[in-house]
């Protein structure tokens, strides 16, 4: 027999993947008066049943991230949400691999032509580098659009 504690934290973890650090915070906002030692045990128990994932939940965030994010701002994310340093280096080559196609797209769905001037250009900088991308990656394609338009 499950605990409630235990199945408030299935019920949550039914929706989307937590980092243990997610689901601590977010189940100790629950309850004020819960002890930090149930908290760890019901933890603990879940992980290792296999339901409580900090690579899954890694995946998951960099999945839905990926399309609109930069690596640095995804990495950023992950570091809020307790996600282990070991598990980020784990996905960084991936991340970077993918990062110019993604800088693109989102470059290109939001202004969709080169700028034409440099208060555009910095604009369009600004808003890439909100986003998480790194300056060359931005420089990179800024100058593919501006070779496109050519």
Same mark, same amino acid.
């Given at each position: 027999?499950?605990?409630? =504690?235990?199945?408030?934290? *299935?019920? &949550?973890?039914?929706?989307? @993947? &937590?980092? /243990? *650090?997610?689901? @601590?915070?977010?189940?100790?906002? $629950?309850?004020?008066?819960?002890?930090?030692?149930? =908290?760890? @045990?019901?933890?603990?128990?879940?992980? !290792?049943?296999?339901?409580?994932?900090?690579?899954?939940?890694?995946? %998951?965030?960099?999945?839905?991230?990926?399309?609109?994010?930069?690596?640095? /701002?995804?990495? $950023?994310? *992950? #570091?809020?949400?307790?996600?282990?340093?070991?598990?980020?280096?784990?996905?960084?080559?991936? *991340?970077?691999?993918?990062? %110019?196609?993604?800088?693109?797209?989102? +470059?290109? #769905?939001?202004?969709?032509?080169?700028?034409?001037?440099?208060?555009? +250009?910095?604009? %369009?900088?600004?808003?890439?580098?909100?986003?998480?991308?790194?300056?060359?990656?931005?420089? $990179?394609?800024?100058?593919?659009? !501006?070779?496109?338009? @050519?």
């Amino acid at each position: 027999m499950r605990s409630a =504690l235990e199945m408030r934290a *299935l019920r &949550y973890l039914a929706r989307r @993947e &937590y980092s /243990r *650090l997610e689901l @601590e915070r977010k189940l100790s906002a $629950h309850d004020r008066s819960l002890a930090p030692a149930i =908290l760890a @045990e019901v933890l603990d128990k879940l992980e !290792c049943e296999g339901v409580l994932s900090t690579e899954r939940a890694a995946e %998951q965030i960099i999945r839905s991230s990926r399309a609109r994010f930069g690596s640095r /701002r995804i990495i $950023h994310a *992950l #570091k809020e949400k307790g996600i282990d340093a070991a598990c980020i280096q784990e996905a960084l080559p991936s *991340l970077k691999e993918t990062e %110019q196609g993604a800088a693109f797209a989102v +470059w290109q #769905k939001k202004f969709a032509k080169s700028p034409e001037s440099k208060e555009e +250009w910095g604009k %369009q900088m600004r808003f890439m580098m909100n986003r998480g991308f790194s300056i060359d990656v931005i420089r $990179h394609v800024l100058s593919r659009a !501006c070779e496109e338009n @050519e």
